[in-house]
């Protein structure tokens, strides 16, 4: 089979497709045909230098995919040969033509969801609920969603206004700003341009996948008894320096990284993917890749050139 391997840390160009043995899947696990694979912006930064909860190299990228179980490695497994599956491969050997998987861990997909849809829903679906959720968000609460055009920004941005918050959404140039309003954000402003925070207001609700500077100045925003919530920090090396003293002295409640247990994980994937099948949340996928393009694909997600999600297609 195809597969793409990661042998050494660094720039986009030290992933490459081999020609790779088949794997075999041992009792309690499955085989999947692939047909997408997910990328993260935390594959993006192991890759170029081994940060993140991922087995050190050699290895096949990939924490999650999506496609058909082709075979089983027990006779307790054979029932789910044939279905339509998304999973999270445990941390490796997501970018092949086939993956060994938990079968435990595989969620059926609706008959009304794509398979590119419920990919691209499996870690940022679960991931966005988690948030909504952690951030306590009520009708009328002003919620600021930063990165609204990216793959995690843009389903906070559905949620949150399903749950009647006013969202003010801030993202990166006038593409990813027209994006977030059809998606249902109220306000729509670009932090490229000076003076973004004055135009922003006061808030109720930070919601944080950016860090650095951007998510510093979204904290002074908020207003008495408002919430934080940081879950990545895509264009700084950590999450934002709010000290507890400072928040606390604010009465505002700061919560960094968003993470649930294997089971609340698979709960949270297969509620999100419920949402899609009831047309009540909408994955947005900018970028396409074939699986040799994996380098590409990491290229463009560091450019942050990337809108929405971007998946690798097997």
Not at 45 to 56: C, E, K, L, S, T
Not at 61 to 74: D, K
Not at 217 to 244: C, N, T, Y
Request: glycine letters at 12%; hydrophobic letters at 45%; charged letters at 20%.
């Amino acid at each position: 089979m195809r597969a793409v391997w990661l042998r050494e840390f660094g720039g986009p160009e030290v992933l490459g497709v081999e020609e790779t043995p088949e794997p075999v899947p041992a009792p309690g696990q499955v085989l999947i045909q692939v047909e997408y694979a997910n990328i993260t912006w935390v594959e993006t930064m192991f890759r170029a230098n081994g940060v993140g909860p991922f087995p050190q190299p050699p290895l096949i990228p990939g924490n999650g995919v999506g496609g058909v179980i082709v075979a089983a490695g027990s006779s307790s497994e054979e029932p789910l040969v044939g279905k339509r599956v998304v999973t999270g491969t445990g941390g490796a050997g997501g970018y092949a033509e086939l993956a060994a998987v938990n079968a435990a861990s595989v969620i059926e997909v609706p008959a009304d969801v794509p398979t590119d849809d419920a990919v691209a829903l499996l870690a940022d679906g679960r991931t966005a609920l988690m948030i909504i959720d952690a951030a306590g968000i009520k009708p009328g609460d002003r919620v600021l969603v930063e990165a609204a055009a990216g793959g995690v920004g843009s389903l906070l941005v559905q949620l949150a206004v399903a749950a009647g918050a006013n969202v003010v959404a801030v993202a990166g140039g006038p593409r990813k700003v027209a994006l977030a309003r059809e998606l249902g954000a109220g306000e729509a402003i670009d932090y490229l341009e000076p003076g973004w925070a004055e135009a922003v207001g006061r808030v109720d609700v930070v919601l944080d996948g950016v860090g650095g500077a951007i998510a510093e100045a979204a904290f002074d925003l908020l207003d008495r008894d408002g919430r934080m919530i940081s879950f990545g920090f895509s264009s700084a090396a950590d999450w934002p320096d709010v000290s507890e003293q400072a928040a606390t002295e604010r009465g505002v409640r700061v919560r960094r990284g968003v993470f649930g247990k294997p089971d609340e994980q698979i709960r949270r994937s297969t509620e999100a993917l419920a949402l899609a099948a009831a047309a009540r949340l909408r994955p947005v996928i900018g970028q396409r890749f074939p699986l040799e393009r994996a380098d590409d694909a990491h290229r463009v997600m560091e450019s942050r050139a990337a809108v929405g999600k971007t998946l690798l297609t097997v």
